[in-house]
């Protein structure tokens, strides 16, 4: 089972879980959070990752960013995935994204070994699970 698929099990199809299962495919499509953090440097956008991973404030992404960093062809493929329009799933994707990278990164260093998408899982549940 895929990490998407396990965070669309947790989390349902509201709109929290429809960010929190773009999450977790992009990890799945980038081969973790490593990767996806590479994608986002590459970007352009290092100062606003290493924001995220550091231990202080982190930094808004914007929905205009998301869909730079990632393309307008996987923003549209995800969207689709979870029945949102490509715009809204970018919002969402900018609101959760910081603090969830922040919350897979503690103490300012990413999951290393095997288990590191088991950790993003495990981490992203009790992100969202927040009351």
Do not use: C, H, Y
């Not at 947790?10 to 929290?16: H, K, M």
């Not at 992404?61 to 809204?88: C, H, K, T, Y």
């Amino acid at each position: 089972m895929s990490l998407f698929d396990q965070l669309g099990g947790l989390l349902g199809g509201d709109n929290a879980g429809g960010a929190a299962g773009a999450v977790g495919e992009l990890l799945n499509q980038q081969g973790g959070v490593a990767g996806l953090l590479q994608q986002f440097q590459s970007g352009g956008l290092g100062e606003l990752v290493s924001s995220w991973v550091g231990s202080g404030e982190n930094l808004p992404v914007s929905a205009e960013q998301i869909q730079a960093v990632l393309g307008n062809e996987q923003v549209s493929a995800l969207a689709s995935r979870f029945g949102l329009d490509p715009q809204q799933l970018s919002e969402q994707i900018a609101q959760v994204l910081p603090q969830a990278v922040d919350s897979m990164t503690p103490n300012g260093q990413l999951p290393q070994g095997s288990d590191a998408l088991s950790q993003g899982l495990d981490l992203l549940k009790g992100f969202f699970n927040k009351g």
